[in-house]
């Protein structure tokens, strides 16, 4: 059995929410969710980030819908491009357009499987009672600078340049998609996030709330508190997933 449940907030310093996040489930059958966050600053980042989960949730209908797909986490890949297309086409209708784009991180629970696929620094994290592991990759400038060891984890969350992202959704025509498949269990939890609840909440914390224990909403409120408390200077989106 897994369940899904999340939220997103617009923060304490910005005066639009540029995230935008969709959730689905069948009778505990299966789960899934994505959450994209409109490139700050960027022109019109709030309806990147609501093109592509729309258009990413549309392919999503196909799980219903046998013989639509060949294979889980490819469908997923199929959601991401199609949505990579869709804010690309209309960055290109209207100059006030032009150069948005969005993050995307989005994930299904079928059975024991998890597929996670990703595009930019929006996170996924696969969470047990012994730890919590970050899945993704990072496509941005420090995550670059984090994996060739010039940076620790805690210095890439002060970095000036931590929302310079490398790869984004609607950019260019044609984006790359990391897709990642892995085993889940009873009891253990996965968690989607945009960069402004990790950019003031450490992996520890989260981990501390996971264990703290609740309902996922509980869980997923206690963490946007906490990143209200620092002072939530970007949006906050967080998602979790509960395999029962």
Not at 35 to 57: E, H, I, K, P, Y
Not at 121 to 139: E, F, K, L, V, W
Not at 180 to 199: E, H, P
């Amino acid at each position: 059995m897994v369940s899904v449940w999340g939220l997103t907030d617009r923060g304490i310093a910005r005066r639009e929410n540029q995230d935008a996040f969709a959730t689905g489930a069948r009778d505990g059958q299966y789960a899934w969710a994505v959450v994209c966050d409109g490139m700050g600053g960027a022109n019109a980042g709030d309806l990147a980030s609501a093109m592509a989960v729309d258009r990413f949730q549309n392919h999503m209908v196909c799980l219903d819908e046998p013989g639509e797909y060949q294979e889980e986490g490819e469908l997923l890949v199929q959601a991401a491009q199609a949505a990579n297309r869709a804010v690309y086409l209309k960055a290109g209708t209207n100059r006030a357009y032009a150069g948005m784009g969005t993050t995307l991180v989005g994930a299904l629970i079928q059975e024991n499987t998890l597929w996670v696929v990703n595009v930019g620094d929006s996170r996924a994290y696969y969470i047990t009672g012994q730890a919590i592991q970050q899945i993704t990759q990072d496509h941005s400038v420090v995550g670059d600078m984090v994996r060739k060891g010039d940076l620790t984890p805690e210095q890439a969350r002060q970095h000036p340049q931590k929302n310079l992202i490398t790869r984004a959704l609607g950019t260019t025509r044609q984006v790359k998609v990391d897709l990642f498949q892995r085993t889940v269990k009873a009891g253990d939890a996965v968690l989607l996030c945009s960069d402004g609840l990790v950019n003031e909440v450490t992996d520890q914390q989260i981990h501390q709330e996971l264990l703290a224990g609740g309902t996922a909403e509980e869980i997923c409120r206690r963490l946007l508190d906490r990143t209200l408390a620092e002072g939530a200077p970007d949006n906050v989106t967080i998602v979790l997933f509960e395999v029962k």
